[in-house]
């Protein structure tokens, strides 16, 4: 009886994406985290390549939303709102975008099937590849809030709150992101979803929500990425409402649970199919 190990199932699964699949490995199932860290460091590698060139994309469009609404806005809780939202934007752009267009190609190509035959739980995988993502956003979203608060004035002392509004907004909008990717009948879908859900991103957290309708704005609330902008948007106050920032946070912090937990069940759901 052989076991495939734990530490070599990532990469060898990155390289027969697309393949045919191979018979089903014997033994037991690999533990959750040794698995899920392997499967973030072969998804980490794969997609450093990739993945970078769109990378400067997401923050280039964010860096170029601000510098437009500069001309509109000039300061205030509306200045606030665009500098969170554009930042927020960059997530939003890898972390769902892009990780919708992956699990839909994985899926088309025939990938899910040879990961159906590892012993590896299927949260690692998810959360593996949702983590490997919105890790690449951190340098773009950096960039893009530093360079908003010295455009709109805003004070940088607090932008040490983006190390929690990165992970839990990522959290959120990958298990979105993956959710649609493998829900979708065609990587064509996929990819439509992922577009879709960016350019709600963008219409809906980067306007300021005191402009918008009341109907938009209860859309907005729905949206998994609108309490990682409120939170970030609140530290740029004179006096921070921090029982409302960690409110935001928490909210975001369950969405995130709940829509990884989806994509796993929907990851199940591909693979066996």
């Known amino acids: 009886m052989s076991v495939v190990p734990a530490d070599v199932l990532p990469g060898a699964a990155l390289a027969a994406e697309g393949t045919a699949p191979e018979p089903a490995a014997l033994g037991p199932r690999a533990r959750l985290w040794p698995s ?15 993945r970078i060139p769109l990378l400067f994309v ?38 769902l975008n892009l990780l919708a267009q992956y699990f839909g190609q994985l899926r088309a190509g025939g990938g899910l099937d040879h990961y159906a035959t590892l012993p590896v739980p299927p949260a690692a995988v998810v959360l593996g590849a949702a983590g490997a993502y919105a890790s690449f956003t951190v340098p773009g979203t950096v960039v893009t809030a530093g360079f908003g608060c010295l455009l709109f004035g805003l004070p940088l002392t607090h932008l040490w709150v983006l190390a929690a509004v990165i992970p839990l907004s990522g959290a959120a909008l990958a298990g979105l992101g993956a959710a649609l990717g493998l829900l979708a009948p065609r990587p064509e879908f996929a990819t439509l979803l992922g577009q879709l859900g960016m350019s709600a991103a963008l219409l809906l957290g980067v306007l300021p929500a005191e402009r918008m309708p009341e109907a938009v704005r209860v859309v907005r609330d729905l949206l998994p990425s609108t309490y990682g902008v409120e939170a970030l948007a609140r530290t740029f106050a004179p006096r921070p409402d921090w ?31």
């Open 36 to 50: 899920l860290a392997a499967v973030y460091r072969a998804q980490l590698s794969r997609a450093r390549v990739a």
């Open 243 to 273: 029982a409302l920032v960690l409110g935001d946070l928490a909210v975001c912090g369950v969405v995130g649970v709940l829509s990884l937990a989806v994509a796993t069940w929907a990851y199940r759901r591909a693979a066996v199919r």
């Open 58 to 95: 997401a923050t280039f469009q964010s860096v170029g939303i601000m510098i437009l609404m500069r001309g509109v806005v000039d300061g205030g809780s509306e200045a606030r709102a665009v500098v969170a939202g554009s930042a927020v934007l960059v997530v939003a752009f890898v972390a």
